[in-house]
């Protein structure tokens, strides 16, 4: 992946076209998505970047709700502390398997889904470390799971 093209970048307007995008994809379920990014808040990052990274997230989330056959939320949130700032995407699916979270970020051994090449989280971790952050998999079970991308404000300004 080329190295990230760095600028001010408002969140919210990012996770608002993730979820316009997934809204469009959604089959005939009850899956809602919803967000609680502060319109205030402006963070360091390479948009096309961030939205690749934020849309995969939310598109595996969607994809384990609809095999589930479950109705199922998919929240994205967001804040900042003093030296970083972080993302949450969050969803009522049923969780990810064991023994795919032995490899979940590794090319070729992520994907839980039939027919998936195992290459989104691996990419999106990768497009993370790109801009000096890191993915992780915070909390998964029965009751759902969330990702957790921080991203660090670094010295620089824009």
Do not use: M
């Amino acid at each position: 992946e080329p190295a990230p093209a760095l600028g001010l970048v408002r969140l919210r307007d990012v996770v608002q076209d993730v979820i316009d995008s997934e809204n469009l994809s959604l089959e005939a379920s009850c899956i809602a998505l919803d967000s609680a990014v502060p319109a205030t808040l402006n963070l360091r990052a390479d948009p096309e970047q961030l939205f690749r990274v934020i849309l995969n997230l939310v598109r595996n989330a969607r994809q384990a709700l609809e095999s589930s056959g479950r109705e199922g939320r998919i929240s994205v949130t967001a804040g900042e502390e003093e030296d970083r700032w972080w993302i949450r995407v969050s969803d009522t699916g049923p969780g990810v398997p064991a023994k795919v979270r032995e490899h979940l970020f590794q090319p070729f051994h992520g994907g839980a889904r039939k027919g998936g090449s195992g290459l989104g989280l691996a990419i999106a971790s990768e497009l993370v470390r790109g801009h000096g952050g890191h993915l992780t998999l915070s909390a998964s079970g029965a009751e759902g799971s969330t990702f957790e991308i921080y991203l660090p404000k670094g010295d620089g300004t824009l």
